[in-house]
């Protein structure tokens, strides 16, 4: 019995972790078609036409909607002895690489934006103490150490404006990393036996400057509490907003000083960017086969027309093939 299927726009990428062989997660499968998932290689997942996805399309075609692992588990599985003589033959005829915007239904935030209106007034940005405190931000790096090292005041100013205290922030992230030796290494030493979290290194122990000025940061907030009270700077946890020993996260930052909640992303488009020695910068996007599908299943002749009275029956006129796509019996041959 030969089976004929042709197929348009059928994806040949997953973007969900896990496998339709097991029973869903409670939470679902994960989501791996982020932008920040993507960065990994392991999550950009290529799919080709398999045994599974062919046995699910004759599945389909009896009209039934259960997952394959579900319709094998039944005692009655129709395709019980006759899988084992189930072979196929792929034909694509095009292969394209398109820009695909995929939907994310986990509700995962967007790392660089918030909503509604900045609170500028907001006790951190007018207090007695904020000058000295986001003052710290706009030292130089060698300022900076002085600072940590012997205690000085600081008198330059930075806007009291969470707009342009992130902004310097996302600066300060920019900086490269510099060499562990001279004050650099005195104000390290200094910062990571004050704080415990404190890890303001590179792979090649160099010293991460926006590591340097967050700390410093509540290096300053300790300082200034000996003359102002400083508990509107803090949040629950005792902490920044946002900010930690070793970096900053926008989002959290701008979240405490806006009115809106955290910007949700409701979708990205489906790409991955990476850059291969000795080629560059490679893209990779979501891949789309159309083509033909060559069922053979190697059955006596009553058993095909059964299974062919079956699938006239069923009338299914069009289905998946794989992930998403459109696909449809063409012929079938006895």
Known sequence: MKIEIKYESSWRNSFLDGSNNEPLPKAGRKFLGSMTSLKNKD??????????????????????????YQARENVAY???????????????????????????????????SYTGMIKVDDPIFCSDYSTQLWGILSLELDE???????????????????????????????FKAVPNEGRQQEAFNFLSHKFEKYNGVNRNEEIL?????????????????KQFDVS??????????GISNNGFTKKDFMARY???????????????????????????????????LKINIDIDRSVALDFKEKIDNAGVSSFYLGKKGLAYVSDIRI
């Open 144 to 174: 900076l150490c002085d600072f940590i090292l012997d205690d000085k005041k600081v008198v330059r100013s930075i806007d009291h404006n969470p707009l342009i205290i992130i902004g310097r922030l996302e600066e300060v992230f920019k």
């Open 43 to 68: 999550n950009y997942i290529k799919r080709t036409v398999s045994h599974d996805t062919v046995m699910g399309v004759l599945n389909r075609l009896l009209g039934d909607q259960r997952k394959l």
């Open 232 to 241: 509107s700077a803090k949040t629950k946890a005792g902490g920044l907003s």
């Open 209 to 225: 400057p926006i590591s340097l000025y967050c700390s410093a940061l509540y290096l300053q907030l300790e300082r200034l509490a």
């Open 258 to 292: 806006t009115s809106g909640e955290k910007k949700k992303i409701w979708g990205n488009p489906y790409i991955r960017k990476e850059k291969i020695k000795g080629i560059g910068e490679v893209t990779s996007l979501m891949e789309k086969a159309g083509g033909t």
């Open 78 to 112: 129709y395709f019980q002895t006759i899988e084992p003589l189930v072979t196929f033959d792929d034909q694509p005829d095009y292969v394209n690489n398109e820009i695909t915007y995929i939907r994310n239904i986990s509700g995962s935030e967007d790392q660089n």
